[in-house]
C-alpha cells in the first residue's frame, strides 16, 4: 500500500493527520491513535511530504475518494497525482466539479468513445 493510500485510510478511519514543526501530529479517539502510529511512524518523511504539498490542508475524504476513481479511469501517473492534489488544496470545488461533470468520463463508460491506447471501446 502506498503512503497516499495510508494516509486516505487513516483518516477515513477518523484520525486527524497534519504536519507541524518537522512532526506528524496525530488526533483522534487514543485508541485509533495507537492503531495507527506504529503504521505511520515508518513513512514520517513521506507523511511530511505529503502534508506539506497539501498546504496544510486536508482534502475531504469524499473528494479523496473522486481523485482516486478518476486516476484509476484515466490512468494517472504520479505526478498527475501530485497535481490534482496540489490543486485541490486550493479549490477543491473546482476539482469536484471538474472530476464529478467530465462528459468524456461518461461516454467512455457507456463505450461511446473508443480508446486509442487500448485499440478498443472501453
Not at 47 to 71: F, K, M, R, Y
Not at 97 to 113: D, E, H, I, M, Q
Request: hydrophobic share 45%.
Amino acid at each position: 500500500m502506498n503512503v497516499q493510500a495510508l494516509l486516505h485510510q487513516a483518516k477515513q478511519a477518523g484520525l486527524q493527520i497534519r504536519a507541524d514543526a518537522g512532526q506528524v501530529k496525530l488526533a483522534g479517539p487514543s485508541e485509533l491513535i495507537q492503531k495507527w502510529r506504529p503504521l505511520l511512524a515508518p513513512h514520517k518523511a513521506e507523511l511530511l511530504a505529503l502534508l506539506a504539498a497539501n498546504d496544510g490542508t486536508s482534502i475531504p475524504v469524499d473528494l479523496e475518494t473522486l481523485i482516486q476513481e478518476s486516476a484509476r479511469f484515466w490512468r494517472w501517473d504520479d505526478d498527475d497525482m501530485r497535481l490534482i492534489r496540489e490543486t485541490a488544496a486550493r479549490d477543491s470545488e473546482g476539482i469536484r466539479l471538474a472530476l464529478a461533470t467530465n462528459p468524456l468520463r461518461s461516454l467512455y463508460s457507456r463505450g461511446t468513445v473508443n480508446d486509442t491506447r487500448l485499440g478498443s471501446k472501453v
